[in-house]
């Protein structure tokens, strides 16, 4: 299926493995864009020189283009907008802010760049300041996540831009797929699938939450914060919105998320740990290697689509 995303990255399927904080790292990435999608690391919170191995370790494993997400409110994104030129990698995802202040020197180094935005008016800006395109990512996403739903958000951002838009947000499989090209999309990105990727090393306990989640069971933490994220419903978010209820400061709160996610990640602690994960939890059932997902998902779509 060829999009202007697939003929502007030189990939295959027109499907992004979202760069997930701690959880993608560069086996899932590099096996996602061997898979013919856009693999993508996730520099998260981690340290610029680690983001440099990552970078490394993945071009070992595979000739094909794959990207680096700079979470934006990383200590380190300064370094890590560096090594991002530094390393030839040839697509950079952004999120959680706004990435204006590395855009020059990105786009003099050839880097494609894809900001997430979760509004029109970050769209239009990220436009005007020479993005390549924009993943326009719904509330229904895990993590660290807007307002907007993405069923109102990707229209209305097709709209007002004419670079190309990916969608993300409750995005898990063929149908989701053909709705968000419905939509004007050009390309997908999904995390809460990724997770179940056998090439994905999150502790086996992080994907048994993800496989035995329903619809309904992720929460919100953090709104009054100003930094709303969304996981799996646990001891940790149960203890965080009774503080955030009771008023909890900054500090309090910011003490208890603290190494959360790393937690459930690498340790397995799910109980006390952050299960980041989307509301289409409910639907990611099956371990899978990326080719396998891939080509499954392209081949719900394709059928729904009546394409070739
Ligand atoms: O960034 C994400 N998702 C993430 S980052 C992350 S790591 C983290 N860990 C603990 C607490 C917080 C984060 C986990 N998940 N998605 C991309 C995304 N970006 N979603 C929403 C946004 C966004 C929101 C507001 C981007 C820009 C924005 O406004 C920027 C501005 O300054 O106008």
């Keep these: 299926m060829k999009t202007r995303i697939t003929e502007l990255l030189g990939i295959e399927y027109p499907i992004f493995q979202g760069g997930m904080a701690w959880v993608a790292e560069y086996h899932l990435a590099a096996a996602a864009s061997e898979a013919g999608g856009l693999g993508i690391i996730g520099a998260g919170g981690a340290p610029a020189e680690f983001v440099r191995e990552q970078i490394q370790k993945a071009k070992e494993l595979t000739d094909k283009p794959f990207g680096v997400n700079v979470m934006l409110m990383n200590p380190e994104a300064d370094a890590i907008a560096k090594v991002i030129v530094e390393e030839g990698v040839k697509v950079v995802t952004t999120g959680a802010g706004n990435p204006g202040k590395y855009m020059a020197m990105w786009k003099e180094a050839g880097v494609k760049v894809i900001p997430v935005v979760a509004s029109v008016a970050l769209a239009k800006m990220m436009e005007r300041a020479g993005a390549d395109a924009v993943i326009a990512e719904g509330t229904e996403s895990g993590g660290h996540i807007g307002a907007a739903t993405t069923m109102t958000l990707v229209p209305q951002v097709v709209d007002a831009v004419s670079i ?108 006390t740990g952050t299960i980041m994960a989307g509301q289409i939890a409910g639907m990611v059932k099956k371990e899978q290697t990326c080719k396998e997902m891939m080509e499954e998902i392209m081949s719900e779509a394709k059928a729904l689509l009546k394409c070739e």
Excluded: W
Aim: aromatic content about 4%.
């Design 164 to 271: 190309p838009v990916i969608a993300a947000g409750g995005i898990g499989d063929g149908r989701g797929f053909a709705a968000a090209m419905m939509l004007g999309a050009q390309a997908v990105q999904m995390g809460t699938r990724f997770l179940l990727a056998k090439e994905c090393v999150v502790h086996q306990n992080y994907k048994d939450k993800v496989i035995k989640a329903k619809d309904i069971d992720s929460e919100v933490t953090g709104r009054s914060t100003g930094h709303p994220v969304r996981s799996i419903r646990n001891n940790m978010t149960r203890e965080y919105l009774k503080m955030e209820a009771e008023g909890a400061t900054l500090e309090q709160l910011e003490q208890m998320t603290l190494g959360s996610l790393r937690k459930a990640v690498v340790d397995g602690d799910v109980v």
